[in-house]
């Protein structure tokens, strides 16, 4: 996979990009799967989908199955997200800043050179496209308390969106096919500060197919790296947005790592000249101590 991954990014370099697709909309994913672990009743209740999350401890065979909306259904309506319920008494933090904000064209990771400090936008972006078990790690050092996080699945849904070209030509968005998503929506404690009130914050995860615990994980650590935000202190790896992002991508690590079973012969002749000069000058200088061979007379004879 890592090897077809790889061909396919370098092809697509060669290409031009003819369009842009609309931004989905996940607040109304048709959820085939939706589970959260703030509210036990919550607006459109849970819906385990197909999983073995749970099942093990539901003894009473007689549960019915809630039923599940068609994709035409008012999700929106029917399955309000978790945040919007908290935001309805600003327990959490809003989703955009307050009123007369523009929202910025995001920058394009696969188009632009990496630049330190990244906007969330781009820092996404490369969550998304980072190593599951890496994000994981870093998302598990950050429950543990490298991090501080103590985080609260808001809302986890999974279920197909439509995928939506802009064709200037006839002037609107025109569907070119649907795709499987998993998002996640965590919510996290903040004590506040002198400018803000105590609140929840977020963190949020958006991976294609059905992968919530890579969701879940990089959901925990945009909300580590969204330390200056929060005025918070760096004290830990999943805080440091360069360590991060420069290490998340599998396919770059992947390939940094295998180049090492490539020759380096030369390279290697060059650190073993080196080493044999420096053990020469070593021995050269401590030809006279008898500290050399353990300390005492008989361990230099020896």
Not at 62 to 78: F, G, K, M, Q, R
Not at 161 to 174: D, K
Not at 278 to 295: I, K, M, Q, V
């Amino acid at each position: 996979m890592l090897e077809a991954v790889t061909l396919l990014r370098s092809y697509r370099t060669t290409l031009p990009r003819f369009g842009h697709t609309v931004a989905i909309d996940t607040a109304g994913l048709p959820s085939e799967r939706r589970v959260s672990a703030t509210f036990k009743d919550l607006p459109g209740g849970q819906q385990l989908g197909a999983t073995f999350d749970y099942t093990h401890r539901l003894l009473a065979d007689e549960l019915e199955t809630p039923d599940i909306p068609s994709p035409d259904a008012d999700v929106n309506e029917s399955m309000p997200r978790v945040t919007d319920l908290l935001g309805v008494d600003a327990l959490i933090e809003p989703d955009r800043p307050a009123e007369g904000w523009t929202d910025p064209d995001p920058g394009d990771l696969t188009r632009e050179p990496t630049v330190y400090p990244m906007s969330r936008a781009v820092r996404l972006q490369a969550l998304s496209r980072g190593d599951e078990g890496f994000l994981l790690s870093l998302g598990y050092s950050t429950q543990r308390g490298f991090g501080n996080n103590h985080p609260f699945v808001g809302e986890v849904r999974v279920g197909e969106v439509e995928i939506e070209l802009e064709v200037p030509e006839i002037g609107h968005a025109v569907p070119i096919g649907r795709i499987e998503v998993t998002e996640c929506q965590m919510v996290n404690q903040f004590v506040g500060s002198a400018e803000q009130a105590p609140q929840f914050t977020r963190g949020y995860g958006l991976a294609f197919g059905r992968a919530e615990r890579k969701a879940m994980s990089m959901s925990l650590v945009d909300r580590a790296l969204r330390r200056e935000e929060f005025d918070e202190r760096v004290v830990s790896p999943a805080q440091d947005e360069e360590f991060v992002i420069s290490h998340a991508d599998n396919v770059q690590a992947t390939g940094f790592v295998e180049h090492l079973k490539l020759p380096h012969y030369v390279d290697f002749q060059a650190e073993l000249g080196l080493i044999r000069r420096l053990r020469a000058e070593f021995d050269a200088r401590h030809a006279d101590s008898p500290s050399r061979a353990g300390g005492t007379e008989e361990g230099a004879r020896s």
